[in-house]
């Protein structure tokens, strides 16, 4: 059986394991706040359950067992994400950092009042989907927004970052879930991506542009070519 801490790590790796295909130890025991050594050791632990595949030189992945065990923590934590932003008025830039200790003290039936206050969100402040209480993670249809065609309309479906000023940036000029916006033009070689919140227009540079994910409601051309001239 999964101990709470194997859950806690396993929900560390399906984070990370969105990014890339495997997840590097040093990156794992970093994001878990932990030591290489206990890192190491818990990453032993959890293989020979069959939680993950850990290969030399790549990293580790979680096999379809280790994803199940880590729902819950997933589900525990984002919850309380949205208890410290909506209940408890903690900004969404804070909000990541201090779940990681605050779920630590929540119990299930403190989590399930947790539910009930927040009127049981299926989203994170971030936009990440939240596990449903068996262990379901919904299922998001989004793309990240530099494999979008300028002159689409799109919706923010989620901001994929954790670092706090970039989502203090993102918060001041409007780029936060549900909101919807233009995207004008993109520059080429990783320049910036011009786009419309109404009624203002942004500047935003390739690596900020890289954490926002989208659903795009009506798709554009592309940027275009100026018409050739005789």
């Known amino acids: 059986m999964a101990t709470p801490a194997m859950q806690r790590y396993a929900a560390e790796i399906y984070r990370l394991q969105q990014d890339s295909h495997y997840v590097a130890l040093t990156e794992l025991s970093e994001h878990a706040h932990a030591s290489a050594q206990a890192t190491s050791r818990m990453v032993g632990r959890m293989k020979g359950s069959g939680y993950l595949e850990h290969e030399l030189y790549r990293g580790v992945r979680l096999t379809t067992k280790g994803e199940t065990i880590a729902m819950p923590a997933l589900r525990r934590h984002r919850l309380v994400e949205v208890f410290l932003v909506k209940v408890m008025k903690y900004g969404w830039d804070e909000a990541h950092e201090i779940s990681d200790s605050f779920a630590l003290g929540v119990n299930d039936p403190i989590e399930d009042r947790i539910d009930e206050i927040t009127e049981h969100p299926t989203r994170c402040p971030h936009g990440e989907p939240i596990p449903s209480k068996d262990g379901v993670m919904p299922l998001v249809k989004d793309i990240n927004?530099?494999?979008?065609?300028?002159?689409?309309?799109?919706?923010?479906?989620?901001?994929?970052?954790?670092?706090?000023?970039?989502?203090?940036?993102?918060?001041?000029?409007?780029?936060?879930?549900?909101?919807?916006?233009?995207?004008?033009?993109?520059?080429?070689?990783?320049?910036?991506?011009?786009?419309?919140?109404?009624?203002?227009?942004?500047?935003?540079?390739y690596e900020l542009a890289g954490s926002l994910w989208v659903e795009v409601t009506k798709l554009?051309?592309?940027?275009?070519?100026?018409?050739?001239?005789?």
């Open 145 to 205: 927004l530099l494999g979008v065609l300028s002159g689409s309309d799109c919706v923010i479906s989620r901001v994929r970052t954790h670092d706090g000023d970039k989502l203090r940036y993102c918060a001041d000029l409007g780029l936060v879930p549900g909101v919807t916006f233009h995207l004008f033009s993109c520059a080429p070689f990783k320049g910036p991506l011009n786009l419309q919140v109404k009624p203002n227009n942004h500047l935003i540079g």
């Open 220 to 230: 554009g051309e592309g940027n275009k070519l100026p018409p050739q001239t005789k």
